[in-house]
């Protein structure tokens, strides 16, 4: 490991100073990149197998990517394709730009594997992001990788004004990215997560949907998938209604799920302080009720309605545990943060030891096994 361990891995790991652990493991990583030898050695190091999977009409190398919120500036882009990331989610960004809440905002518990974060949207705000991108791809050209962008709503925008505010950053950033995400789940902007119902929701989708039929014949490109995602608090009925409006909207898929904000019980005194913050929690705490949301949404729309699955992956056990739920692609942030850059190889290769051991010849056949394993009772 030697030099990438030490810019960017023990980073990582060392999040005291949460933030600023963050900002420097990107530079790291974007710093390694920018040489050919340590850009080399890194891939050598940490690059996984192949694991091609097709969805949403492209190719991904492998279905495992970065989760938003850990590139909110879309600095490190080579980093993340070096690592071998399948697929980069950029974000959230939103149509102005914001410097989130006060610092410190980011929390790590170390035993328990677990962040909490109240960023609340810190980002360049999408015109600025709109230039860092074009000004990337003329000096490297587009990432080798699916670029998804995660779509959030400004907080000076009031929630009646929310689904043109989407769609402006939709529209500014629509010729660098491939897959748009509508995040109505981030429980640090105030309110936020009322959009997630079927009014609201359907508005948001509208006018996203309307900035794809126009951008995608201007450019002459095929319309891009756009998708939401979830809080993991919903209620069984919530959850019903947003997959319902959702799909009737028109969204490609789900993103299940963002941060939670329950908090596990612990008697751990520096778990304990930790958990008092304010903020959504991620990691290890969220495995679980991540993956009982994609195993409801799969049973909902029988598995015909592409999941993404998120919400503290670790391991390939982890990985695979949501694949069995019905989630076709997977993605990770506080994962990164505990298990280093080493992660990607880990899950992406265990993965691959896990269908090679199975019935399935293709990751497409082992989506949504455990429904089929073991129907669960109540259906
Ligand atoms: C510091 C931090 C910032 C995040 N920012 C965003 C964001 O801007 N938009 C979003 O949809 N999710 C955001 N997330 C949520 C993650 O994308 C992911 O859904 C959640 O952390 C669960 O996955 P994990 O357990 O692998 O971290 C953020 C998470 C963290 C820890």
């Known amino acids: 490991m030697g030099l990438g361990y030490r810019l960017v891995s023990r980073p990582m790991l060392g999040l005291q100073d949460s933030e600023k652990a963050h900002a420097r493991a990107i530079l790291g990583l974007k710093l390694m990149c920018s040489n050919p030898i340590t850009r080399t050695a890194l891939n050598l190091s940490y690059g996984p197998q192949s694991l091609k999977v097709t969805r949403f009409g492209a190719q991904y190398p492998n279905p495992f990517g970065l989760a938003a ?139 996203c949907n309307t900035v794809n039929q126009q951008q995608s014949q201007q450019l002459g490109v095929d319309a891009k998938p756009l998708l939401v995602k979830i809080a993991p608090d919903l209620s069984d009925d919530q959850l019903v209604a947003v997959v319902k409006t959702a799909r009737e909207a028109g969204c490609d898929g789900i993103v299940a799920t963002n941060t939670t904000i329950e908090r596990p019980e612990t008697n751990n005194a520096r778990d304990q302080t930790v958990f008092a913050e304010a903020g959504g929690l991620s990691g290890a705490p969220v495995a679980a009720r991540s993956t009982a949301m994609i195993h409801r949404i799969y049973e909902l729309t029988n598995g015909e309605w592409p999941i993404v699955g998120v919400g503290g992956i670790s391991n390939a056990e982890d990985a695979w545990e949501k694949i069995g739920a019905g989630a076709c692609l997977l993605q990770a942030y506080s994962g990164f943060v505990f298990e280093g850059p080493s992660l990607t190889k880990s899950v992406v290769n265990g993965l691959n030891k896990k269908l090679k051991q199975s019935q399935f010849t293709t990751l497409d056949e082992a989506v949504g096994f455990s429904h089929r394993q073991s129907p669960r009772v109540d259906e």
């Open 69 to 207: 919120g850990m590139d909110k500036r879309a600095e490190a882009l080579r980093g993340w394709t070096t690592l071998g990331l399948g697929f980069i989610e950029i974000g959230g960004v939103t149509a102005e730009e914001q410097l989130g809440n006060p610092k410190p905002r980011m929390f790590r518990s170390g035993g328990s594997k677990a962040l909490i974060n109240r960023m609340g949207f810190n980002n360049p705000g999408s015109a600025n992001m709109a230039i860092q991108l074009k000004r990337h791809f003329a000096r490297y050209g587009r990432p080798k990788v699916p670029l998804w962008a995660n779509l959030g709503k400004s907080k000076i925008t009031p929630l009646t004004e929310a689904p043109a505010d989407y769609a402006t950053t939709m529209e500014r950033l629509y010729p660098y990215c491939d897959v748009f995400v509508i995040n109505v789940s981030s429980p640090n902007t105030p309110n936020l997560r009322e959009l997630q119902h079927d009014d609201a929701l359907a508005n948001i989708v509208a006018a």
